[in-house]
T-cell receptor, first 117, second 108 residues
Framework: GAVVSQHPSRVICKSGTSVKIECRSL??????MFWYRQFPKQSLMLMAT?????????EQGVEKDKFLINHASLTLSTLTVTSAHPEDSSFYIC?????????????FGEGSWLTVV | DAKTTQPNSMESNEEEPVHLPCNHS???????IHWYRQLPSQGPEYVIH???SNVNNRMASLAIAEDRKSSTLILHRATLRDAAVYYC?????????FGTGTSLTVIP
């Protein structure tokens, strides 16, 4: 299947700083990418949907000024957690929708663990 | 957003078939049924998807009810590596929301 890669896989940052997580589709072009967060023993919660070259659409309750999403190319989306606080510590997962033959399938990255201390 | 209902947990003996049910009574005509599974601390892995007809691939089979209000993921011979949380998701366009999933335990 298609490959989606996230970086970094784990990051620790100090409270009040910002951290960026990258999501790349390695072998296909993705017009649409999605960002989720997941707390331990819970399901994935959709944060936002981003389309290449346009602003992201955020889910209700997700602060767009805190979670900055940029989808600058068909293979890269970034999530920046600004002014991070300990409650932002979570598992962040991206996914990408292929525009090719598997257009009906969405592939997920490996996830990124964020710990804010 | 369309909803799915799955049992919280199921158990299976190793090398036996597993049938994971999913109810989606509010499904619309254009919603695709997707199944993913997730191991701890990993991103979800695509398993299978379908629209109306039953589907088979190397990982599993997907049986879709004639009225499409339910579906069943079939693992033909469960292995220890199949222990995971299995999510049944309805996709309509870019709407792709996860439910609570079924935690599958495989007993050696």
């Amino acid at each position: 299947g298609a490959v989606v890669s996230q970086h970094p896989s784990r990051v620790i940052c100090k409270s009040g700083t910002s951290v960026k997580i990258e999501c790349r589709s390695l072998d296909f072009q993705a017009t649409t990418m999605f960002w989720y967060r997941q707390f331990p023993k819970q399901s994935l919660m959709l944060m936002a949907t981003s389309n290449e070259g346009s602003k992201a659409t955020y889910e209700q309750g997700v602060e767009k000024d805190k979670f900055l999403i940029n989808h600058a190319s068909l293979t890269l989306s970034t999530l920046t957690v600004t002014s991070a606080h300990p409650e932002d510590s979570s598992f962040y997962i991206c996914s990408a929708r292929s525009i090719g033959g598997s257009g009906n399938t969405i592939y997920f990255g490996e996830g990124s663990w964020l710990t804010v201390v | 957003d369309a909803k799915t209902t799955q049992p919280n947990s199921m158990e299976s003996n190793e090398e036996e078939p597993v049938h994971l049910p999913c109810n989606h009574s509010t499904i619309s005509g254009t919603d695709y049924i997707h199944w993913y599974r997730q191991l701890p601390s990993q991103g979800p892995e695509y398993v299978i998807h379908g629209l109306t007809s039953n589907v088979n691939n190397r990982m599993a089979s997907l049986a879709i009810a004639e009225d499409r209000k339910s579906s069943t993921l079939i693992l033909h011979r469960a292995t220890l590596r199949d222990a995971a949380v299995y999510y049944c998701i309805l996709r309509s366009g870019n709407q792709f929301y996860f439910g609570t999933g079924t935690s599958l335990t495989v007993i050696p």
